[in-house]
């Protein structure tokens, strides 16, 4: 005897499940400069020194914070959009690398360079801006995304971590 033959069989019907997902979907914030801007940012242009994008973020150094700017750029190493990683304080601009290259893979650059101030006006890389560029040049690796400097810039100066083979 089995159980088949004592209660017969009966077909149990699947219960529906529904699964939620979570969706991300990049958010980006236009901004319209209504100034001439093709004198200091020109959209078609390759950057191929540090030099020229101290030109165009020289203003950087007049401020009285920290600022750390990721440019995203194409494969050509044309700009294709800026990032405002991280505003911080008088000494101190805390951004993690994941942050940097979250917007990096989010527009699909090909390529980034880091730029950020020093309020006090000196561009000497300190212990911290030495240890955060090591690490983002590791990442940098993994990701596929490649790094092509970091800059300390003031208003007067700057300081270019390839140029100082830092990087």
Same mark, same amino acid.
Not at 6 to 29: A, M, N, Q
Not at 87 to 98: A, E, F, K, V
Not at 147 to 163: A, G
């Given at each position: 005897?089995?159980?088949?033959?004592?209660?017969?069989?009966?077909?149990?019907?699947?219960?529906?499940?529904?699964?939620?997902?979570?969706?991300?979907?990049?958010?980006?914030? &236009? *901004?319209?400069v209504k100034?001439?801007?093709?004198?200091? @940012?020109?959209?078609? #242009?390759?950057?191929? %020194?540090? +030099?020229? /994008?101290?030109?165009?973020?020289?203003?950087?150094?007049?401020?009285?914070?920290e600022?750390?700017?990721?440019?995203?750029?194409?494969?050509?190493?044309?700009?294709?959009a800026?990032?405002?990683?991280?505003?911080? &304080? *008088?000494?101190?601009?805390?951004?993690?690398?994941?942050? @940097?290259f979250?917007? #990096?893979?989010?527009? %699909?650059? +090909?390529? /980034?360079?880091?730029?950020?101030?020093?309020?006090?006006?000196?561009?000497?890389?300190?212990?911290?801006?030495?240890?955060?560029?090591?690490?983002?040049?590791?990442?940098?690796?993994?990701?596929?995304?490649?790094?092509?400097?970091?800059?300390?810039?003031?208003?007067?100066?700057?300081?270019?971590?390839?140029?100082?083979?830092?990087?």
């Open positions: 005897m089995t159980i088949d033959t004592l209660f017969g069989t009966e077909e149990v019907p699947e219960k529906t499940r529904s699964i939620k997902f979570k969706t991300i979907r990049p958010v980006f914030e &236009t *901004l319209t100034e001439n801007v093709s004198s200091y @940012i020109d959209p078609k #242009a390759r950057l191929t %020194s540090p +030099a020229q /994008i101290w030109e165009m973020f020289r203003w950087l150094g007049r401020e009285t914070k600022y750390m700017i990721v440019l995203l750029m194409d494969g050509k190493n044309r700009i294709s800026v990032d405002i990683c991280s505003i911080g &304080t *008088l000494n101190q601009s805390l951004c993690h690398p994941r942050e @940097i979250k917007s #990096a893979l989010m527009v %699909s650059c +090909a390529a /980034i360079a880091i730029l950020h101030n020093h309020p006090s006006g000196c561009t000497d890389p300190s212990s911290e801006d030495i240890q955060i560029t090591r690490r983002l040049k590791e990442a940098s690796e993994i990701l596929g995304v490649k790094l092509l400097d970091h800059l300390i810039v003031s208003d007067t100066e700057y300081t270019s971590f390839v140029e100082r083979c830092l990087l």
